[in-house]
């Protein structure tokens, strides 16, 4: 790191850069400008923000790459792999969240939460596992469900099951190997369900929905022995941890993996996946079942 680059994951800084990041950046999508010194100083005019801190935003410094001039490989060859994930967490993969909705990732027009090489990962486990059931816990809108349908329906075989506490988000299911269904995941009465319907099946569990480390701690516990020998358990978002992501800061995906793993010796982190393409929101996260 360079005498002049923030320190991405120093706390005090977050909240103020970020929140001038989105703005800047809200501002450049709407108008459709690039990021340009001249707009810069218009954005800090208008928005009575001091230029310095848009100049030192460790979020900024991604997305400016991006929309300098008006495309330049070498200019994006000089981020960082931090700088990169960044970016793709606030513009591409929650770009609906942070005012960068026309940036959004989708699979067939639904909005999906993901990063593309996780579902190029996700496409290659179905095909080696052949899962009966893939069950989806946290299913917002429904973008990852018709995903994983539309793999099951190129393998030929299996069902996705999307579980979410509100379903209010959701697109209507449009594959016939997909179903929702309403709830907590960790409710006991819907473990039970769940818990049925693959008893003595080949099952790939993929929790994506509240990310707190208790409440991730209590899916891998619930549901990891409904997956079979030779499957998956994939604790998504572990990246949270690690870059400070909100809403959690330090205790999440990552820290519940760890701590199943160490009360658990029938799953190992299978790190062919976690990492064979480096960009991976799942480090560690792709809990193989080895007995
Ligand atoms: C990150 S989104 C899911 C994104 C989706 N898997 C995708 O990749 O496109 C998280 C979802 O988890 C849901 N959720 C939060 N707590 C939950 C719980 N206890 N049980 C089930 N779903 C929950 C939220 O309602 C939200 O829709």
């Not at 591409?92 to 990962?121: E, F, N, S």
């Not at 018709?146 to 299911?173: M, N, T």
């Not at 994939?234 to 941890?241: F, H, I, Q, S, T």
């Given at each position: 790191?360079?005498?002049?680059?923030?320190?991405?994951?120093?706390?005090?800084?977050?909240?103020?850069?970020?929140?001038?990041?989105?703005?800047?950046?809200?501002?450049?999508?709407?108008?459709?400008?690039?990021?340009?010194?001249?707009?810069?100083?218009?954005?800090?005019?208008?928005?009575?923000?001091?230029?310095?801190?848009?100049?030192?935003?460790?979020?900024?410094?991604?997305?400016?790459?991006?929309?300098?001039?008006?495309?330049?490989?070498?200019?994006?060859?000089?981020?960082?792999?931090?700088?990169?994930?960044?970016?793709?967490?606030?513009?591409?993969?929650?770009?609906?969240?942070?005012?960068?909705?026309?940036?959004?990732?989708?699979w067939l027009?639904h909005?999906?939460?993901?990063?593309?090489?996780?579902?190029?990962?996700?496409?290659?486990?179905?095909?080696?596992?052949?899962?009966?059931?893939?069950?989806?816990?946290?299913?917002?809108?429904g973008g990852a469900t018709h995903f994983?349908a539309s793999?099951?329906?190129?393998?030929?075989?299996?069902?996705?099951?999307?579980?979410?506490?509100?379903?209010?988000?959701?697109k209507?299911?449009q594959s016939?190997?997909m179903?929702?269904?309403?709830?907590?995941?960790?409710?006991?009465?819907?473990?039970?369900?769940?818990?049925?319907?693959?008893?003595?099946?080949?099952?790939?569990?993929?929790?994506?929905?509240?990310?707190?480390?208790?409440?991730?701690?209590?899916?891998?516990?619930?549901?990891?022995?409904?997956?079979?020998?030779?499957?998956?358990?994939?604790?998504?978002?572990?990246?949270?941890?690690?870059?400070?992501?909100?809403?959690?800061?330090?205790?999440?995906?990552?820290?519940?993996?760890?701590?199943?793993?160490?009360?658990?010796?029938?799953?190992?982190?299978?790190?062919?996946?976690?990492?064979?393409?480096?960009?991976?929101?799942?480090?560690?996260?792709?809990?193989?079942?080895?007995?």
């Amino acid at each position: 790191m360079t005498q002049n680059q923030a320190d991405p994951l120093d706390k005090s800084r977050l909240p103020l850069d970020k929140e001038i990041a989105l703005k800047y950046v809200t501002y450049l999508v709407e108008k459709r400008i690039d990021d340009l010194p001249q707009t810069r100083r218009d954005f800090c005019d208008a928005a009575g923000f001091h230029p310095k801190l848009l100049y030192n935003n460790p979020h900024i410094a991604s997305i400016a790459k991006l929309f300098q001039d008006q495309s330049s490989i070498e200019r994006l060859g000089d981020m960082t792999l931090r700088e990169y994930l960044m970016y793709h967490y606030y513009y591409i993969h929650q770009g609906y969240r942070y005012g960068a909705p026309r940036l959004q990732q989708r699979w067939l027009g639904h909005d999906i939460i993901k990063t593309p090489m996780d579902c190029w990962v996700y496409q290659e486990i179905m095909w080696e596992t052949r899962p009966d059931f893939v069950i989806e816990l946290g299913v917002m809108f429904g973008g990852a469900t018709h995903f994983y349908a539309s793999i099951l329906d190129l393998i030929g075989h299996g069902e996705v099951i999307g579980i979410d506490v509100s379903l209010a988000k959701a697109k209507p299911p449009q594959s016939a190997r997909m179903r929702y269904l309403e709830g907590s995941s960790t409710d006991p009465a819907m473990v039970e369900k769940i818990g049925g319907i693959t008893a003595g099946k080949r099952v790939l569990v993929i929790a994506d929905s509240d990310h707190e480390k208790n409440h991730v701690l209590a899916e891998i516990r619930a549901y990891a022995p409904m997956v079979h020998v030779g499957g998956y358990f994939v604790v998504e978002d572990a990246l949270n941890d690690v870059m400070g992501y909100h809403p959690v800061p330090n205790e999440g995906p990552k820290a519940a993996a760890e701590a199943f793993l160490a009360e658990n010796d029938a799953f190992v982190a299978d790190r062919r996946w976690g990492e064979r393409y480096i960009m991976t929101l799942n480090p560690n996260g792709f809990l193989l079942r080895v007995k």
